[in-house]
């Protein structure tokens, strides 16, 4: 039989509506908010102030200084204006910023702040990813920092593709020199988190143009050789007639005195002596006589006679008595 007719094919379905444009976000990454708009709270910035439970005090706008003496900045850090926390009458309070939706949190956080103040209470960035309700401090900085302003770099560390809120929280201190600003805040999600820049540095000097090769080095200088020693003088002429007192002849040298003068001079080397002639036998002596007898002995003289005996001596004298 014939083949049957394939069956028609079904009708095309109408085209989908197309999806309605998703709204801008509030938070546009890239731009630096220096907070010269007066609307800059209302969410023209990025920064919305958060409310109350969780903040107390809500962050100004000004420019030129704070009108608290020793504490707060003198000017804006660029442009004529800046935000910061007023602390006169408001000890130990939490000041909040925070983001109008959500942005992405691989992200680097740039900004400019001045902390100068004897009570300056604790500043802090802090990030919540998107379902997640614990908030993570990411920096912190505490106490006087002196009068002038410094920059401020924040990895964010989410992971790529990760989004989420961020806080810009300061707590005062304990007295009204505890007013804190900001100005210049930025957030760049085009790279991740990166390095900050080094702070510039002066170029080195170019190298020398090369020119000739180096002489190479002379050889060192040998050391002097020591002096020889002086020769010795030469004896002057000795004149004729000179009496000689005394010589004394070695290998080396002749020793005489002249006149009470002694010269040093080189002796000649010495001539062998003439051979001596053979010794001649000692003269005979004639016999010694015999020795003289000796004379005779004196006979001894007589013993010395004894003295005469000496006349008596006399009666001492008779006194007369006494009458």
Request: proline share 28%; aromatic share 8%.
């Amino acid at each position: 039989p014939p083949p049957s007719p394939p069956p028609p094919a079904p009708p095309p379905s109408p085209p989908s509506p197309p999806s309605p444009p998703l709204p801008p976000p509030c938070f546009v990454t890239g731009t630096v908010e220096s907070f010269e708009d007066e609307a800059w709270a209302a969410g023209s910035s990025g920064w919305v102030q958060v409310t109350e439970p969780e903040d107390d005090r809500d962050w100004y706008r000004d420019s030129g200084s704070t009108g608290s003496s020793s504490t707060g900045p003198e000017g804006a850090y660029s442009g004529n204006s800046y935000i910061y926390t007023e602390a006169s009458g408001a000890f130990d309070k939490d000041f909040i910023l925070e983001t109008c939706g959500a942005v992405p949190l691989h992200s680097v956080l740039d900004f400019q702040y001045h902390a100068y103040g004897s009570n300056m209470g604790t500043f802090e960035v802090r990030t919540q990813v998107e379902g997640n309700d614990t908030w993570t401090p990411v920096f912190q900085i505490s106490g006087d920092q002196g009068n002038q302003w410094h920059a401020g770099h924040v990895c964010l560390g989410g992971d790529p593709g990760e989004v989420g809120l961020v806080r810009l929280a300061m707590r005062t201190g304990a007295s009204f020199r505890s007013d804190f600003a900001l100005d210049d805040v930025s957030l760049d999600a085009s790279g991740g988190c990166r390095a900050p820049p080094p702070p510039p540095r002066a170029e080195p000097f170019p190298p020398p143009p090369p020119s000739s090769p180096p002489p190479s080095p002379s050889p060192p200088t040998p050391p002097p050789a020591p002096p020889s020693p002086p020769s010795p003088p030469t004896p002057p002429a000795l004149p004729e007639n000179n009496y000689f007192f005394g010589a004394l002849e070695n290998d080396a040298l002749t020793v005489a005195t002249f006149c009470n003068v002694i010269h040093i001079q080189e002796a000649p080397p010495p001539s062998l002596p003439p051979p001596s002639p053979p010794p001649s036998p000692p003269p005979s002596l004639p016999p010694s006589p015999p020795p003289s007898p000796p004379p005779p002995s004196r006979p001894p003289s007589p013993p010395p006679s004894p003295p005469p005996p000496g006349p008596p001596p006399s009666p001492p004298p008779s006194l007369p008595p006494s009458p």
